[in-house]
């Protein structure tokens, strides 16, 4: 990381400085209550230390956007030649003048800054509460979830000086829910959990109906039994909430249905104060990690979304990274999801795929229909569940629909436009028809194995060992006519109840 110098000015010009900078506050960012299932009930003290990230405003946001979509599109004269480090830095690093204006804020009120990305456009303070409140007139107070009793401090509401709108986009975490109410596990099916790893017996319908192994995987999708060979294959799967992946189970999984592998390692990048519990493992990341034991893996636990700043700074980045962790739309300000996306597109740019959740429920009570992020982000893959029943159907507890955010990217204007028209839809009204449709692709979800990033894997692995770049590093690519490894299933089953 790079310290960058903050000088502070004298006594006198920073007593004068602060009543001009005050009056000339404006409202960056607001919400009128606290989060969903917190109350307001705690006095912060004034001497607690906060750590707060500030965004600049990027040169050119849409720049990696435009470049992802060109080299993610077959056909394309730039397809599969993915920007370098440096070029997707030099899109989003802030201008010269933005740089100066912020750090001459915070410099008259004495804070120091740390660059936290490689392209400059995040810096990181670490300030006390009573210095939040006065240098950006906010009110931060102590918010605990009425269940959990976890607590979170945060505002709601927090200004700036309104010079500085054109070159600071937010502050973060102020406004924003706390990573507690909005990473909540997806919903799944009891039959995932209750799966017990018995045999590696040929994939029968008996079986696989019980105990969705990779053998079924590869019989029913039609997946080459092939063991990935490239070393410059990579995953990397994010751990959040108390979710670290275990060695021995990895061994135990690997045991009984890939032999070959039993000695198969990852390595596990720790990032933003995250740990590595191996006495407690959770089990999204077990199965997220089962599913690619013979790719090269790079397991990354991670409290925040440093994780996508830690992968833009290196070098080489994964083919692929893949998470198993939802928030709701509505928990989000814009500011954060629409910086969380373009951070997805630079890395989509790079050649990095990314692999969202189908998502989950926001309650058992609503009259609207919640869509889910990173999932409504039209530049990672969303992936969707399926349930085996007569034929293979959309599981009634896979996220799907429309972003309230995000607008129906090009890849699938066509194809949401014709669906819309072909269905008689009860639930019209509940949804933005005109927002970012998905899941963009389903795999089976109940009693399996996570497969979609192992898949992408080793057709990543097909395509270097024939001197190919990264692909794959965007939905769109799985949208285009030539790709034909997959087929429509119509028929959903998703919870109507959820809106009773």
């Known amino acids: 990381m790079i310290l960058l110098p903050i000088f502070v000015t004298g006594l006198l010009s920073f007593a004068l400085a602060f009543p001009q900078r005050k009056s000339l506050m404006s409202i960056q960012e607001r919400r009128d209550r606290a989060p969903d299932g917190y109350t307001r009930n705690v006095i912060t003290p004034a001497d607690h230390i906060l750590q707060l990230h500030i965004a600049l405003v990027q040169n050119d946001s849409k720049g990696p956007e435009d470049k992802l979509y060109s080299v993610s599109t077959p056909g394309s004269p730039d397809y599969g030649r993915h920007l370098s480090k440096e070029q997707v830095e030099a899109f989003v690093a802030p201008k010269p003048e933005s740089i100066s204006a912020v750090h001459s804020w915070l410099s008259s009120h004495a804070i120091s800054a740390e660059a936290i990305s490689p392209a400059g456009n995040w810096l990181s303070i670490n300030i006390t509460v009573d210095q939040a409140n006065a240098f950006l007139d906010a009110e931060f107070s102590t918010f605990t979830h009425q269940t959990t009793g976890k607590q979170a401090v945060r505002t709601?509401?927090?200004?700036?000086?309104?010079?500085?709108?054109?070159?600071?986009?937010?502050?973060?975490?102020?406004?924003?829910?706390?990573?507690?109410?909005?990473g909540s596990p997806v919903v799944v099916s009891k039959s995932k959990k209750q799966a017990t790893l018995t045999s590696s017996s040929p994939a029968a319908d008996y079986i696989c109906a019980e105990e969705f192994t990779s053998t079924c995987a590869q019989d029913m999708y039609g997946i080459p039994a092939t063991t990935a060979k490239q070393t410059s294959n990579r995953i990397a799967i994010s751990g959040f909430g108390d979710q670290w992946a275990s060695q021995s189970d990895v061994q135990i999984f690997a045991g009984i249905y890939h032999p070959d592998l039993y000695n198969a390692t990852f390595s596990v990048e720790l990032?933003?104060?995250?740990?590595?519990?191996?006495?407690?493992?959770?089990?999204?990341?077990?199965?997220?990690?089962?599913?690619?034991?013979?790719?090269?893996?790079?397991?990354?636990?991670?409290?925040d979304s440093d994780i996508l700043n830690t992968l833009l700074n290196e070098d080489d980045t994964p083919n692929i990274l893949t998470t198993s962790y939802s928030f709701d739309e509505p928990d989000l300000p814009f500011s954060i999801a629409n910086a969380l996306c373009n951070a997805y597109a630079q890395l989509g740019?790079?050649?990095?795929?990314?692999?969202?959740?189908?998502?989950?429920?926001?309650?058992?009570?609503?009259?609207?229909?919640?869509?889910?992020?990173?999932?409504?982000?039209?530049?990672?893959?969303?992936?969707?569940?399926?349930?085996?029943?007569?034929?293979?159907?959309?599981?009634?507890?896979?996220?799907?629909?429309?972003?309230?955010?995000?607008?129906?990217?090009?890849?699938?204007?066509?194809?949401?436009?014709?669906?819309?028209?072909?269905?008689?839809?009860?639930?019209?009204?509940?949804?933005n028809v005109s927002g970012r449709a998905f899941p963009d692709i389903s795999a089976r979800a109940t009693s399996y194995q996570i497969i979609v990033d192992s898949l992408f894997a080793l057709l990543n692995d097909e395509l270097i060992s024939a001197g190919a770049t990264r692909v794959f590093g965007s939905a769109d690519l799985c949208e285009q006519e030539s790709i034909n490894g997959y087929y429509d299933w119509n028929e959903s089953r998703m919870r109507d109840e959820w809106l009773q």
């Open 156 to 182: 709601l509401s927090y200004s700036v000086p309104a010079d500085l709108k054109a070159h600071l986009s937010f502050v973060h975490p102020t406004v924003a829910s706390p990573i507690e109410s909005v």
């Open 271 to 303: 990032v933003d104060g995250g740990i590595n519990n191996q006495d407690s493992p959770g089990d999204e990341a077990a199965f997220l990690l089962n599913s690619c034991p013979s790719v090269r893996t790079t397991k990354t636990a991670s409290t």
């Open 349 to 431: 740019a790079r050649g990095t795929g990314d692999g969202g959740v189908g998502g989950g429920a926001s309650g058992t009570d609503c009259t609207t229909f919640v869509p889910t992020f990173p999932s409504t982000c039209p530049f990672v893959t969303s992936v969707g569940g399926t349930d085996i029943f007569d034929s293979e159907t959309g599981a009634a507890f896979s996220g799907g629909g429309f972003s309230n955010i995000f607008p129906i990217p090009s890849y699938q204007a066509a194809d949401v436009a014709s669906y819309l028209k072909s269905v008689v839809n009860a639930n019209n009204g509940l949804f």
